[in-house]
């Protein structure tokens, strides 16, 4: 069973991959609905300084520990997250396990076409999996009632939200209300990768938890603010986490 571990002051789900299938297929064919987030080292540093975005990863159903920063970071402080869930390798096991039972599911966000070429990628690799509509993510807010309207009627199990943090988890506490029945999980930039616009780090980089670093090699205008600075600031709050701790050890 999954059990919820505390990593600076988020409190997350700690199960194997093999498990967060399962718990995720049952909760999709059960219509449970609700809310699904992965924290990352980007995730918490931007959630230190976000409100809203803390906010919403306290409400959601399932928080999963995504990447090697959350590993190490939790490691350090004496609750280990072991169990890297990122969206991007558990979603398609998730379309795999699930196609042979009709899982249906909706792609929202990315580029214009990015969505729609994610999801022929999907259903060619996983032919049972139905496809119950794509949008991409550049609508304005005014469009917002009329694309909820379109996923409540298509009525997938599973709606993929690719926004980006912190514009995706807010978007989704906002609006998982509104779509009963359906279970809302944000992804990030997973349907650039489906879409095979963006190259996956090669599976031993990967295993040794060092896939951010071809992240920065293969996009380092765009990479360098969240990987350089971010993991520094990241440091400074398990850092500064761990002092508060041992100085609460030691006025016990």
Same mark, same amino acid.
């Not at 789900?13 to 449970?32: C, F, G, N, T, W």
């Not at 995730?43 to 409100?51: E, K």
């Not at 765009?222 to 398990?238: A, K, Q």
């Given at each position: 069973?999954?059990?919820?571990?505390?990593?600076? #002051?988020?409190?997350?789900?700690?199960?194997?991959?093999?498990?967060?299938?399962? +718990?995720?297929?049952?909760?999709?064919?059960?219509?449970?609905?609700?809310?699904? @987030?992965?924290?990352?080292?980007? &995730?918490?540093?931007?959630?230190?300084?976000?409100?809203?975005?803390?906010?919403?990863?306290?409400?959601?159903?399932?928080?999963?520990?995504?990447?090697?920063?959350? =590993?190490?970071?939790?490691?350090?402080?004496?609750?280990?997250? +072991?169990?890297?869930?990122?969206?991007?390798?558990? +979603?398609?096991?998730?379309?795999?396990?699930?196609?042979?039972?009709?899982?249906?599911?909706?792609?929202?966000?990315?580029?214009?076409?990015?969505?729609?070429?994610?999801?022929?990628?999907?259903?060619?690799?996983?032919?049972?999996?139905?496809?119950?509509? &794509?949008? *991409?993510? @550049?609508?304005?807010?005014?469009?917002?009632?009329?694309?909820?309207?379109?996923?409540?009627?298509?009525?997938?199990?599973?709606?993929?939200?690719?926004?980006?943090?912190?514009?995706?988890?807010?978007?989704?506490?906002? *609006?998982?209300?509104?779509?009963?029945?359906? &279970?809302?999980?944000? +992804?990030?930039?997973?349907?650039?990768?489906?879409?095979? =616009? /963006?190259?996956?780090?090669?599976?031993?980089?990967?295993? /040794?938890?060092?896939?951010?670093?071809?992240?920065?090699?293969?996009?380092?205008?765009?990479?360098?603010?969240? @990987?350089?600075?971010? #993991?520094?600031?990241?440091?400074?709050?398990?850092?500064?986490?761990?002092?508060?701790?041992?100085?609460?050890?030691?006025?016990?």
């Amino acid at each position: 069973m999954a059990d919820r571990v505390s990593f600076l #002051n988020i409190n997350f789900d700690r199960m194997p991959e093999s498990e967060a299938i399962e +718990v995720l297929l049952a909760r999709l064919l059960k219509r449970q609905g609700g809310r699904v @987030y992965y924290g990352n080292a980007h &995730t918490m540093v931007t959630a230190a300084r976000n409100p809203a975005l803390a906010q919403a990863l306290e409400q959601g159903d399932l928080l999963l520990a995504d990447g090697s920063g959350v =590993r190490w970071g939790s490691a350090f402080l004496g609750t280990p997250l +072991v169990h890297n869930l990122n969206g991007t390798d558990l +979603v398609p096991s998730l379309c795999k396990n699930g196609a042979a039972k009709n899982l249906s599911i909706y792609l929202l966000g990315a580029k214009p076409n990015v969505a729609e070429i994610a999801a022929a990628n999907l259903k060619k690799a996983y032919p049972g999996l139905i496809i119950a509509g &794509t949008q *991409h993510g @550049y609508f304005s807010d005014s469009e917002t009632p009329q694309i909820l309207e379109a996923i409540r009627v298509a009525r997938p199990h599973l709606l993929l939200v690719a926004m980006g943090v912190p514009l995706q988890e807010i978007w989704i506490d906002q *609006h998982a209300n509104l779509l009963p029945e359906i &279970t809302c999980m944000g +992804v990030g930039g997973l349907f650039d990768f489906v879409a095979l =616009r /963006i190259a996956r780090a090669p599976y031993f980089i990967r295993v /040794i938890g060092m896939e951010w670093l071809w992240r920065l090699a293969m996009e380092p205008n765009r990479m360098w603010r969240r @990987y350089i600075i971010g #993991n520094l600031v990241f440091l400074s709050l398990v850092l500064s986490c761990a002092v508060t701790l041992n100085q609460g050890e030691q006025t016990t």
